[in-house]
């Protein structure tokens, strides 16, 4: 029974994109955004994160945050506790990366989106290169206050420009809710 009681306050709590309608936000807009590991050179950190996207095709080391190796991965903190139901990446054309979020009830990276490498040159915008604005919603949103983000295949040559993780602040009263949401989670995931 408990089991059931959590799965329906779960459902309740993870509104649908066609139910949380103007509340979805770019939740990484503005955020800082740190090396979790690696090296990174070109252009500042905290530009993957000004909401900015460079034109399609632009070279990969043209005001991007460029890397060599899948060892770099960029850390970004949303300072609480958030819903997380999409992103939208822009990077390097023929690379493929991966998006993680942080487990609040274990604390461990879990895999949330592999992005993989698309056509054209340069730089390109996921899921959809000739739209900015697409947002690719994920199967189940997930409760988090951090995503990172790193490259896992390809030329050995990378680089990010933009990183989006769309959803919603949870309102006050949530806390209880996130509390179990993660144990939910945690378990739902292995």
């Given at each position: 029974?408990?089991?059931?009681?959590?799965?329906?306050?779960?459902?309740?709590?993870?509104?649908?994109?066609?139910?949380?309608?103007?509340?979805?936000?770019?939740?990484?807009?503005?955020?800082?955004?740190?090396?979790?590991?690696?090296?990174?050179?070109?252009?500042?950190?905290?530009?993957?994160?000004?909401?900015?996207?460079?034109?399609?095709?632009?070279?990969?080391?043209?005001?991007?945050?460029?890397?060599?190796?899948?060892?770099?991965?960029?850390?970004?903190?949303?300072?609480?506790?958030?819903?997380?139901?999409?992103?939208?990446?822009?990077?390097?054309?023929?690379?493929?990366?991966?998006?993680?979020?942080?487990?609040?009830?274990?604390?461990?990276?879990?895999?949330?989106?592999?992005?993989?490498?698309?056509?054209?040159?340069?730089?390109?915008?996921?899921?959809?290169?000739?739209?900015n604005a697409e947002i690719l919603y994920f199967d189940t949103s997930v409760f988090t206050d951090s995503i990172r983000i790193g490259a896992i295949g390809g030329d050995g040559s990378y680089s990010l420009s933009e990183v989006q993780a769309w959803g919603v602040v949870?309102?006050?009263?949530?806390?209880?809710?996130?509390?179990?949401?993660?144990?939910?989670?945690?378990?739902?995931?292995?």
């Amino acid at each position: 029974m408990k089991h059931l009681l959590l799965a329906v306050g779960m459902s309740a709590m993870a509104a649908s994109p066609a139910l949380a309608g103007a509340g979805i936000q770019n939740l990484a807009l503005g955020r800082d955004v740190s090396l979790a590991s690696g090296s990174a050179n070109g252009a500042a950190l905290s530009s993957l994160t000004d909401g900015v996207f460079r034109p399609a095709g632009t070279q990969w080391q043209s005001g991007t945050v460029w890397w060599v190796g899948t060892g770099s991965t960029f850390e970004i903190g949303f300072g609480q506790t958030v819903e997380v139901m999409g992103a939208i990446v822009q990077a390097d054309n023929n690379d493929t990366y991966r998006m993680w979020y942080r487990d609040l009830a274990t604390g461990d990276y879990l895999d949330l989106w592999t992005i993989s490498a698309v056509g054209g040159a340069g730089m390109r915008t996921r899921p959809n290169s000739g739209n900015n604005a697409e947002i690719l919603y994920f199967d189940t949103s997930v409760f988090t206050d951090s995503i990172r983000i790193g490259a896992i295949g390809g030329d050995g040559s990378y680089s990010l420009s933009e990183v989006q993780a769309w959803g919603v602040v949870p309102g006050p009263g949530a806390a209880a809710l996130l509390g179990l949401a993660g144990v939910f989670q945690s378990r739902r995931r292995r």
